[in-house]
């Protein structure tokens, strides 16, 4: 049954009491008589006339709030409970109360947004309360909840009985508060011993809580957080290199050499900081909620001490009473919370800070545990700690504040103990920079990031969070930007749109411009001329390529030029068609006729393209997108410039200003740029700056040259913003908002500063910002730069016109004397305009990139497991510590990698070239497979212009896969698309919502296409090439393996990273080879003697990770080829062997490893194969079995 609150008599109301009851009912909200009805509650419940003053005070300064961010339930539920919590005798109960840091702990989490640290915080509360040992006291605490609570309770009961999960109703302030409170509730009342539930609808509800996980999770993504279990303790981060011999987990600080693990950003709206909306005003009713039942359980158990609830104990399990646990797990979360919570001076966090104080200060014999217990007492981390520690209020003292010291003093020493067993060593890079020019960028970019972390009133967590979504948003905005690089007009596209039509009507064939190339030779004799020049008979097998024939066909070879059809149009006309021939292909050799394409022949293209302004044409069109985009239609390509040019500017802004590049006031009119990018507003519902912020003197420019003679030259690309001092913010700011420059946005102290800065660069970017045809002015000299006129509207849709803009006046002002000029300079203008440069200094994004790395996970991997990315040097090592040799060095080796790279043949490049060959030899068709895709329809209309016989619309879509894709499942799932079908088209890969002739594959059918790839063996072929190309390069990729891993170690030698006798047993692997010898391809070179060098094992499976050790050390080197540490450095194997074990059975640990296991990646059929290995124990292996290690690390990586 459900729970019926009791009916209760009309309350009688005074005329001002009235007067706001009817203000409530005339908001029209949704929850306006909720409210009024809890009015009239509340003041029934009020024992005198001055507490109903106060409560109508407070539910008129909430209604009053109303047209604010905060929903009207929730500020006027928040009020009610503060008079709830008056009627009980708040103030003397919180006097009375002990200090709680988890109850600090929610209120910063609260205020500060951060929801995905809730659950824990919410879990330890709840640990800290009285246990219950029979439900008439858990019936008694429900009982003495406030009546707005129990309100809040019931409505939440009945909402979650009655709901449809199909519904997903809304979920409004009062289930959040009650939410909360349930599951404190629920925790409590699990430790109650096994028995019969009662009836009653609210304890039943709350016992069987659990029961409603799927429909709360699904409904509300804050309730799953706070019914999930606790997460299991993260293993604590530890030092790369401990010297002592007895493998341990203890924690250490932020190891230098290994990155902190990314926390995952929550994907809820309200897990954003600062968000005041909603939900946030919901948890904040959760915790006055979790308060009130703290001090009201206190209050009726007679302020008996807290027990920590064990989390193991099952729902209506049975307690068994355990001893403590103070082993090593619990000693690692105590020491993880530490190292979560900035210590009260800032310095770091308060790990941190005990660490450095142990051990960079004298501290006397005997002393350590007082220091530690002062350092705790001043962080009000006492208890908490305690608790974690795991001590029970039984071992220690009956007296409570003498209890508190025993249970202090007890967490000091275990705590003191655990640091003084670190090594003394130093933790930060930066520490040992001195003298060493080329790693101090680098290194004061790490600096500046730890400062930013450490600051107050915010945890390292939550920072590192921040410093993750930026790094999140850079990268989508990158593939954003490449996007909308492939929407924007293009010239060589438009013009093969064009020729595909002009050709189609004029010989009724279809076909890809770019495929077909106009190829002129040096000897082109007709075939029997050829024979009889032969000194030899001709091969038999290639007589069928020229005697089926006519006689005047020719042979051609001695390729002179070859361009594709694309670029044959703005060339000079080839009437000779005795030396020109078209050809699918332009490489040099012999051309026979099976190869010449007839249709079109050469003078029907010739007769195609005469008379046409293909550059006029296209200029007409760029024109007519330029105006489109000017006005307030929607355009896909400009919200998407928009939307991925405001990422690079959010992500970029949050860098800066944690490198301290960014001021404060800077990094604020940044974001209100971001938020208001109008400054009057525009389509639709957008708020322009001067509405949003009336006090607020914002500016934004676009800026002009005045170079010699002549009048001002816009500068494209650029813009400049300035806020002035006002009475709300004492502080203005300049910036310069460039993405051609970089940074992308800059701060400038003035404005003659700024103009000065833009002055010296345009030297630089005169191509980027100015017409080509302006250049000339600034021969004789430069001019100054100045503000030119104001951009009152969107100021990225205005950069996005810049650019076109530029583009735009490159076609009508360009060289026009020679067509074929006129294209090469307006391609090489859009190659730079696509082309932009980093947004950030790359020292800052390594800095910001080892922040997110931990383990052996390369954050500069690319998806998969190419050996090239797991063999390469680190790109937060490239030139440092190097020297004019070294520097030569690594000149050589990107040399050696970009060969390479260029001979590899990688998957999906291989297979469009074979489909592209395939089709062209079996159906006569060239087709570009990367531009087209196989798509699935539920409908079509038909057509007689289509070539399949059909058109479709985007709503009839149900699925596509691009050509290059479906040929490596071999078109699976898709059916054999019968002649006449509907049901299957090839269509080309573009943003268009219509299927028709305009974008069909016209020459080439569905069924034709997988008959094809269903018959092709791409496997065997592939691993032809494959084994083709390390026939030719081993010895190549053995130069480069060697060099790299002579490289990483000097570089982690000079860093600190590794220890003179691991640099000793890192080139004993080698022989102690120079570099002389590492960059010859004959050189062999052979283990030191006594050297030992293996493959490591994990699972009964082959990694790239090498185990080097010499049975006269006790060390262990352990190199990971690619990885951001390439090697890592252990007392012993046991301690290697446990860190490994603790790795890889974690998750991301766990996805470290898996890219470094060489089980095949495809079946015997050659489609691929996805296999998730399960990290169970005894974990790795070695095998003994390595001489030569680079010619067995180059066999390693050419079997994967």
Same mark, same amino acid.
């Given at each position: 049954?459900?729970?019926?609150?009791?009916?209760?008599?009309?309350?009688?109301?005074?005329?001002?009491?009235?007067?706001?009851?009817?203000?409530?009912?005339?908001?029209?909200?949704?929850?306006?008589?909720?409210?009024?009805?809890?009015?009239?509650? @509340?003041?029934?419940?009020?024992?005198?006339?001055?507490?109903?003053?106060?409560?109508?005070?407070?539910?008129?300064?909430?209604?009053?709030?109303?047209?604010?961010?905060?929903?009207?339930?929730?500020?006027?539920?928040?009020?009610?409970?503060?008079?709830?919590?008056? %009627?009980?005798?708040? /103030?003397?109960?919180?006097?009375?109360?002990?200090?709680?840091?988890?109850?600090?702990?929610?209120?910063?989490?609260?205020?500060?947004?951060?929801?995905?640290?809730?659950?824990?915080?919410?879990?330890?509360?709840?640990?800290?309360?009285?246990?219950?040992?029979?439900?008439?006291?858990?019936?008694?605490?429900?009982?003495?909840?406030?009546?707005?609570?129990?309100?809040?309770?019931?409505?939440?009961?009945?909402?979650?009985?009655?709901?449809?999960?199909?519904?997903?109703?809304?979920?409004?302030?009062?289930?959040?508060?009650?939410?909360?409170?349930?599951?404190?509730?629920?925790?409590?009342?699990?430790?109650?011993?096994?028995?019969?539930?009662?009836?009653?609808?609210?304890?039943?509800?709350?016992?069987?809580?659990?029961?409603?996980?799927?429909?709360?999770?699904?409904?509300?993504?804050?309730?799953?957080?706070?019914?999930?279990?606790?997460?299991?303790?993260?293993?604590?981060?530890?030092?790369?290199?401990?010297?002592?011999?007895?493998?341990? &987990?203890?924690?250490?600080?932020?190891?230098?050499?290994?990155?902190?693990?990314?926390? @995952?950003?929550?994907?809820?709206?309200?897990?954003?900081?600062?968000?005041?909306?909603?939900?946030?005003?919901?948890?904040?009713?959760?915790?006055?909620?979790?308060?009130?039942?703290?001090?009201?359980?206190?209050?009726? /158990?007679?302020?008996?001490?807290?027990?920590?609830?064990?989390?193991?104990?099952?729902?209506?399990?049975?307690?068994?009473?355990?001893?403590?646990?103070?082993?090593?797990?619990?000693?690692?979360?105590?020491?993880?919370?530490?190292?979560?919570?900035?210590?009260?001076?800032?310095?770091? &966090?308060?790990?941190?800070?005990?660490?450095?104080?142990?051990?960079?200060?004298?501290?006397?014999?005997? %002393?350590?545990?007082?220091?530690?217990?002062?350092?705790?007492?001043?962080?009000?981390?006492?208890?908490?700690?305690?608790?974690?520690?795991?001590?029970?209020?039984?071992?220690?003292?009956?007296?409570?504040?003498?209890?508190?010291?025993?249970?202090?003093?007890?967490?000091?020493?275990?705590?003191?103990?655990?640091?003084?067993?670190?090594? &003394?060593?130093?933790?930060?890079?930066?520490?040992?920079?001195?003298?060493?020019? =080329?790693?101090?960028?680098?290194?004061?970019?790490?600096?500046?990031?730890?400062? #930013?972390?450490?600051?107050?009133?915010?945890?390292?967590?939550?920072?590192?969070?921040?410093?993750?979504?930026?790094?999140?948003?850079?990268?989508?905005?990158?593939?954003?930007?490449?996007?909308?690089?492939?929407?924007?007009?293009?010239?060589?596209?438009?013009?093969?749109?064009?020729?595909?039509?002009?050709?189609?009507?004029?010989?009724?064939?279809?076909?890809?411009?770019?495929?077909?190339?106009?190829?002129?030779?040096?000897?082109?004799?007709?075939?029997?001329?050829?024979?009889?020049?032969?000194?030899?008979?001709?091969?038999?097998?290639?007589?069928?390529?020229?005697?089926?024939?006519?006689?005047?066909?020719?042979?051609?070879?001695?390729?002179?030029?070859?361009?594709?059809?694309?670029?044959?149009?703005?060339?000079?006309?080839?009437?000779?068609?005795?030396?020109?021939?078209?050809?699918?292909?332009?490489?040099?050799?012999?051309?026979?006729?099976?190869?010449?394409?007839? %249709?079109?022949?050469?003078?029907?293209?010739?007769?195609?393209?005469?008379?046409?302004?293909?550059?006029?044409?296209?200029?007409?069109?760029?024109?007519?997108?330029?105006?489109?985009?000017?006005?307030?239609?929607?355009?896909?390509?400009?919200?998407?410039?928009?939307?991925?040019?405001?990422?690079?500017? /959010?992500?970029?802004?949050?860098?800066?200003?944690?490198?301290? @590049?960014?001021?404060?006031?800077?990094?604020?009119?940044?974001?209100?740029?971001?938020?208001?990018?109008?400054?009057?507003?525009?389509?639709?519902?957008?708020?322009?700056?001067?509405?949003?912020?009336? +006090?607020?003197?914002?500016?934004?420019?676009?800026?002009?040259?005045?170079?010699?003679?002549?009048?001002?030259?816009?500068?494209?690309?650029?813009?400049?913003?300035?806020?002035?001092?006002?009475?709300?913010?004492?502080?203005?700011?300049?910036?310069?908002?460039?993405?051609? %420059?970089?940074?992308?946005?800059?701060?400038?102290?003035?404005?003659?500063?700024?103009?000065?800065?833009?002055?010296?660069?345009?030297?630089?970017?005169?191509?980027?910002?100015?017409?080509?045809?302006?250049?000339?002015?600034?021969?004789?000299?430069? +001019?100054?730069?100045?503000?030119?006129?104001?951009?009152?509207?969107?100021?990225?849709?205005?950069?996005?016109?810049?650019?076109?803009?530029?583009?735009?006046?490159?076609?009508?002002?360009?060289? *026009?004397?020679?067509?074929?000029?006129?294209?090469?300079?307006?391609?090489?203008?859009?190659?730079?305009?696509?082309?932009?440069? *980093?947004?950030? &200094?790359?020292?800052?994004?390594?800095?910001?990139?080892?922040?997110?790395?931990?383990?052996?996970?390369?954050?500069?991997?690319?998806?998969?497991?190419?050996?090239?990315?797991?063999?390469?040097?680190?790109?937060?090592?490239?030139?440092?510590?190097?020297?004019?040799?070294?520097?030569?060095?690594?000149?050589?080796?990107?040399?050696?990698?970009?060969?390479? =790279?260029?001979?590899?043949?990688?998957?999906?490049?291989?297979?469009?070239?074979?489909?592209?060959?395939?089709?062209?030899?079996?159906?006569?068709?060239?087709?570009?497979?990367?531009?087209?895709?196989?798509?699935?329809?539920?409908?079509?209309?038909?057509?007689?212009?289509?070539?399949?016989?059909?058109?479709?619309?985007?709503?009839?879509?149900?699925?596509?896969?691009?050509?290059?894709?479906?040929?490596?499942?071999?078109?699976? +799932?898709?059916?054999?698309?019968?002649?006449?079908?509907?049901?299957?088209?090839?269509?080309?890969?573009?943003?268009?919502?219509?299927?028709?002739?305009?974008? =069909?594959?016209?020459?080439?059918?569905?069924?034709?296409?997988?008959?094809?790839?269903?018959?092709?063996?791409?496997?065997?072929?592939?691993?032809?090439?494959?084994?083709?190309?390390?026939?030719?390069?081993?010895?190549?990729?053995?130069?480069?393996?060697?060099?790299?891993?002579?490289?990483?170690? #000097?570089?982690?030698?000079? =860093?600190?990273?590794?220890?003179?006798?691991?640099?000793?047993?890192?080139?004993?692997?080698?022989?102690?080879?120079?570099?002389?010898?590492?960059?010859?391809?004959?050189?062999?070179?052979?283990?030191?003697?006594?050297?030992?060098?293996?493959?490591?094992?994990?699972?009964?499976?082959?990694?790239?990770?090498?185990?080097?050790?010499?049975?006269?050390?006790?060390?262990?080197?352990?190199?990971?080829?690619?990885?951001?540490?390439?090697?890592?450095?252990?007392?012993?194997?046991?301690?290697?062997?446990?860190?490994?074990?603790?790795?890889?059975?974690?998750?991301?640990?766990?996805?470290?490893?898996?890219?470094?296991? @060489?089980?095949?990646?495809?079946?015997?059929?050659? /489609?691929?194969?996805?296999?998730?290995?399960?990290?169970?124990?005894?974990?790795?292996?070695?095998?003994?079995?390595?001489?030569?290690?680079?010619?067995?690390?180059?066999?390693?990586?050419?079997?994967?």
């Amino acid at each position: 049954m459900l729970l019926t609150p009791i009916a209760e008599a009309p309350v009688s109301l005074s005329a001002d009491e009235a007067t706001l009851r009817d203000r409530i009912l005339a908001t029209g909200a949704p929850q306006a008589t909720a409210v009024a009805s809890l009015l009239e509650r @509340t003041l029934a419940d009020a024992a005198s006339a001055d507490l109903r003053e106060h409560i109508c005070a407070r539910f008129a300064v909430a209604l009053s709030e109303h047209h604010r961010e905060r929903d009207l339930l929730a500020a006027l539920g928040l009020h009610a409970l503060h008079a709830a919590l008056s %009627r009980i005798r708040w /103030s003397v109960l919180s006097g009375a109360m002990p200090t709680l840091t988890a109850l600090a702990a929610v209120a910063r989490l609260v205020r500060n947004g951060e929801w995905r640290d809730m659950a824990p915080v919410l879990s330890a509360l709840a640990a800290g309360l009285p246990p219950l040992r029979e439900y008439a006291q858990f019936e008694q605490l429900v009982r003495a909840l406030p009546a707005a609570l129990r309100d809040t309770l019931a409505a939440l009961h009945e909402w979650v009985v009655q709901a449809d999960d199909a519904m997903r109703p809304r979920v409004h302030v009062d289930p959040v508060t009650a939410l909360a409170v349930a599951a404190v509730l629920w925790q409590l009342q699990r430790t109650l011993p096994r028995g019969a539930v009662p009836d009653r609808a609210l304890d039943r509800f709350i016992a069987t809580l659990p029961e409603h996980w799927g429909r709360l999770a699904g409904m509300f993504r804050i309730g799953g957080a706070l019914l999930a279990p606790p997460a299991p303790t993260q293993v604590a981060r530890q030092l790369t290199h401990v010297p002592s011999a007895t493998p341990r &987990s203890s924690a250490a600080p932020p190891d230098p050499w290994s990155a902190a693990a990314a926390a @995952t950003a929550a994907t809820s709206g309200a897990a954003r900081t600062g968000d005041h909306g909603l939900i946030g005003w919901g948890a904040g009713l959760a915790s006055s909620g979790l308060l009130m039942i703290y001090h009201g359980w206190q209050m009726l /158990s007679g302020n008996r001490s807290a027990h920590v609830v064990p989390d193991d104990v099952h729902l209506g399990g049975a307690v068994t009473p355990a001893a403590p646990d103070v082993a090593e797990s619990s000693l690692e979360s105590a020491i993880t919370l530490l190292d979560e919570v900035v210590d009260i001076e800032g310095g770091g &966090s308060v790990w941190q800070d005990l660490y450095d104080r142990l051990h960079h200060t004298a501290v006397e014999a005997g %002393r350590a545990g007082e220091l530690v217990q002062a350092r705790l007492l001043a962080n009000d981390m006492g208890e908490v700690v305690a608790a974690h520690l795991g001590v029970l209020p039984a071992s220690l003292p009956p007296r409570r504040a003498r209890r508190e010291a025993a249970s202090l003093q007890v967490a000091g020493e275990q705590l003191a103990q655990a640091v003084l067993e670190l090594p &003394s060593r130093p933790t930060h890079p930066e520490d040992v920079v001195t003298g060493n020019d =080329e790693r101090v960028p680098v290194a004061l970019e790490r600096l500046h990031l730890r400062n #930013w972390v450490n600051r107050n009133d915010t945890t390292v967590a939550a920072q590192d969070v921040r410093l993750v979504v930026a790094m999140r948003t850079l990268e989508f905005a990158e593939k954003r930007l490449e996007q909308v690089g492939r929407w924007l007009p293009s010239l060589d596209r438009h013009v093969g749109a064009l020729l595909t039509r002009q050709i189609f009507e004029a010989t009724q064939v279809t076909l890809d411009p770019d495929g077909i190339r106009r190829n002129i030779f040096t000897d082109y004799p007709t075939w029997p001329e050829w024979e009889r020049k032969q000194k030899q008979p001709p091969d038999p097998q290639q007589v069928g390529r020229y005697r089926d024939f006519p006689r005047d066909r020719r042979i051609r070879s001695g390729l002179v030029s070859s361009h594709t059809l694309v670029e044959a149009v703005f060339l000079p006309r080839e009437t000779d068609d005795a030396r020109t021939g078209l050809y699918p292909s332009g490489e040099p050799g012999t051309h026979w006729p099976e190869d010449e394409i007839t %249709r079109p022949s050469l003078a029907e293209f010739n007769a195609v393209i005469t008379g046409n302004d293909y550059i006029g044409s296209f200029r007409d069109s760029l024109d007519a997108f330029i105006a489109s985009v000017r006005s307030n239609a929607a355009r896909p390509e400009r919200e998407a410039y928009v939307e991925a040019i405001s990422q690079r500017l /959010s992500g970029s802004g949050t860098l800066l200003a944690a490198a301290g @590049t960014l001021s404060a006031p800077g990094k604020w009119l940044l974001d209100t740029l971001l938020r208001y990018p109008a400054r009057f507003g525009g389509s639709g519902s957008e708020m322009g700056r001067a509405l949003a912020l009336p +006090g607020q003197d914002i500016r934004v420019h676009a800026l002009v040259a005045r170079p010699p003679g002549g009048d001002d030259v816009p500068l494209h690309g650029l813009l400049l913003a300035q806020s002035l001092p006002s009475p709300q913010r004492s502080e203005g700011a300049l910036l310069v908002i460039a993405p051609s %420059r970089q940074p992308i946005v800059q701060e400038f102290p003035s404005l003659e500063e700024a103009l000065q800065q833009l002055r010296h660069d345009l030297s630089d970017q005169l191509h980027r910002w100015v017409p080509a045809h302006q250049h000339a002015r600034w021969r004789t000299g430069d +001019g100054p730069v100045l503000r030119g006129e104001a951009v009152d509207g969107h100021l990225l849709r205005a950069l996005f016109i810049q650019e076109l803009t530029l583009r735009s006046q490159q076609l009508h002002y360009g060289n *026009m004397t020679s067509t074929a000029e006129a294209r090469k300079d307006y391609l090489a203008l859009d190659q730079r305009l696509r082309r932009l440069p *980093m947004p950030v &200094s790359m020292p800052l994004l390594e800095a910001a990139l080892e922040r997110m790395t931990e383990g052996i996970h390369d954050p500069y991997a690319l998806a998969g497991a190419h050996w090239l990315v797991q063999a390469r040097t680190s790109a937060q090592s490239l030139l440092r510590n190097v020297g004019v040799e070294d520097a030569r060095w690594l000149a050589s080796l990107s040399t050696l990698r970009s060969v390479l =790279e260029a001979s590899y043949p990688p998957p999906y490049r291989y297979v469009a070239d074979r489909l592209k060959a395939a089709v062209l030899k079996r159906h006569g068709v060239v087709i570009s497979a990367e531009d087209f895709q196989l798509v699935r329809f539920s409908g079509g209309t038909p057509s007689r212009e289509s070539p399949s016989g059909f058109v479709h619309d985007l709503s009839q879509k149900v699925s596509a896969l691009g050509l290059v894709e479906a040929a490596f499942i071999k078109a699976t +799932g898709f059916p054999d698309g019968s002649p006449g079908s509907y049901e299957l088209g090839i269509y080309a890969r573009d943003n268009s919502t219509t299927y028709d002739q305009a974008t =069909e594959a016209g020459n080439l059918l569905p069924d034709q296409f997988i008959d094809l790839v269903r018959n092709m063996d791409l496997r065997s072929d592939y691993l032809a090439v494959l084994n083709a190309f390390w026939k030719e390069h081993r010895e190549d990729v053995g130069v480069y393996l060697r060099g790299v891993y002579m490289f990483s170690a #000097w570089q982690q030698f000079a =860093e600190g990273s590794l220890s003179a006798r691991g640099l000793k047993l890192a080139f004993a692997a080698t022989g102690y080879m120079v570099l002389s010898q590492a960059e010859k391809r004959a050189f062999r070179c052979r283990a030191a003697d006594g050297a030992r060098i293996s493959w490591i094992s994990l699972y009964g499976r082959q990694a790239t990770l090498m185990r080097i050790e010499n049975p006269s050390w006790p060390e262990v080197l352990l190199y990971a080829p690619g990885d951001a540490i390439a090697f890592r450095e252990f007392s012993d194997t046991q301690q290697m062997q446990a860190w490994l074990t603790r790795v890889a059975n974690s998750e991301q640990g766990a996805a470290g490893c898996t890219p470094r296991l @060489t089980w095949p990646t495809c079946r015997t059929d050659g /489609s691929p194969m996805v296999w998730t290995p399960r990290w169970t124990k005894p974990m790795a292996t070695s095998s003994w079995a390595i001489n030569q290690p680079w010619r067995s690390m180059a066999a390693t990586f050419s079997r994967r």
